[in-house]
């Protein structure tokens, strides 16, 4: 096992500039996908009372692979990090990148975001509760939870930090005997397979499994279920990284990979426009047909996880000043635009226009303000960024 003292490894590592724009094109998926909820035709804080099929339908199919995307991506993170970190540096970064954050920003913006979920709810008269009553229901929801993963999703879309934290310290062990002989020869042995055309859709296996054993039992968002399905794309993420023939696969077998995914996610709506029920029996685990819709919700989520790397490979490998500033904005951009976008569309879903305006308008001064506030308060003020998990401010050179 590594010295907790000395570095992993002294080797050289190359930094891929595609891992760094997939990881902003992610969080910007992300962003467009909270910023046009409140017209969609699902559940979520801030809702216009005119909805959009259209946009249901896209947010679905995103629904399918963004977030085992965002997984994987940070995974991928997980193996360069102990290239040159020790395990002690490692779980020390995570909890000053992830841990501060998640507590010290769910502290201050949950109340902000449930008082204008709850003042929605009163326009659109689906609540009597006070706000005391509207956030005690909610507290006690938490509350009765016990030890579960959905308590992560108290900060709302800050589940994801309070996940990555959580798989940082339980994958560990992992990825520290993965870097061992034992771990060094299981990763040869699986690379070897999915070097025969096609093998890598083997990897989709063991996500399609989890789903199987643990979604008829914690069917919520953010439970166990959903918290292990989404852990395995961040082990996934390490893998295809440990080992450099995943890559050369990847960049081999991408059109393959997009081309399965794109398959079974036409035959998904294929199913739904001739009118049998696939939504219904993803949520019964009484009927075979359970089996069948989340198995193809595990190859959609893997095949266009890894469709989005290829894309990276082949034409994302380059940096220059727009992503130089990205990096370090991505986290605190992430921190900050939900409860942007639910203050700003708690009022613009009260005028009286069409829905089109009013998502133009929800979505660019979303991004404009939430961008404002990192560039002028966040990335200025020393306190701030270490609330927001940056790193300190260099002090500029001076001539001596």
């Given amino acids: 096992m590594p010295s907790p003292t000395v570095p992993p490894t002294s080797a050289k590592t190359v930094r891929l500039h595609y891992l760094d724009w997939l990881r902003v094109i992610a969080i910007l998926i992300v962003f467009g996908y909270h910023a046009v909820h409140p017209f969609d035709m699902w559940g979520w804080h801030v809702k216009n009372i005119e909805q959009s099929l259209v946009l249901s339908i896209t947010l679905t199919i995103l629904s399918l692979w963004g977030m085992p995307f965002f997984f994987l991506v940070a995974g991928s993170a997980g193996w360069f990090a102990l290239q040159r970190r020790t395990p002690n540096q490692y779980v020390s970064e995570r909890i000053k990148r ?9 502290i201050l913006f949950y109340p902000l975001m449930l008082y204008f979920e709850w003042g929605n709810r009163l326009y659109l008269g689906t609540t009597t509760f006070s706000f005391a009553d509207y956030f005690a229901k909610d507290w006690a ?35 520290l005997w993965l870097k061992r002989d034992n771990g060094a020869r299981f990763l040869a042995w699986l690379a070897s397979i999915c070097e025969h055309r096609g093998g890598i859709l083997l990897l989709a296996l063991p996500s399609i499994a989890i789903r199987f054993c643990l979604q008829p039992f914690f069917p919520e968002e953010h439970n166990w279920s959903d918290f292990t399905y989404q852990m395995s794309f961040f082990i996934l993420g390490y893998i295809l990284y440990a080992d450099e023939r995943f890559a050369r696969i990847i960049r081999r077998d991408g059109w393959l990979l997009f ?22 029996w993803a949520t019964n685990p009484a009927i075979p047909q359970f089996y069948l819709a989340h198995f193809l919700v595990g190859v959609i989520g893997f095949t266009y996880s890894l469709t989005m790397l290829f894309i990276g490979m082949r034409f994302l490998d380059f940096t220059n000043q727009w992503l130089k500033y990205a990096q370090e904005a991505v986290l605190p951009f992430f921190i900050l635009h939900q409860p942007v976008i639910i203050v700003i569309a708690f009022y613009v879903v009260q005028w009286q226009m069409d829905l089109l305006p009013k998502l133009v308008i929800v979505v660019t001064s979303s991004f404009i303000v939430t961008v404002g506030i990192y560039e002028f308060i966040i990335r200025r003020i020393a306190p701030l960024r270490t609330i927001f998990g940056m790193t300190k401010m260099i002090a500029p050179a001076h001539a001596g």
Avoid: E, K
């Fill in 141 to 175: 929801f938490f509350v009765q939870l016990g030890i579960n993963p959905m308590w992560f999703g108290i900060g709302r879309h800050l589940w994801f930090l309070g996940f990555l934290f959580a798989f940082a310290l339980i994958t560990l062990p992992l990825f």
């Fill in 259 to 280: 081309g399965s995914g794109t398959i079974t996610l036409l035959a998904m709506f294929i199913m739904y426009a001739v009118g049998l029920p696939i939504f219904d």
């Fill in 98 to 106: 992830l841990l501060i954050p998640c507590i010290v920003t769910t």
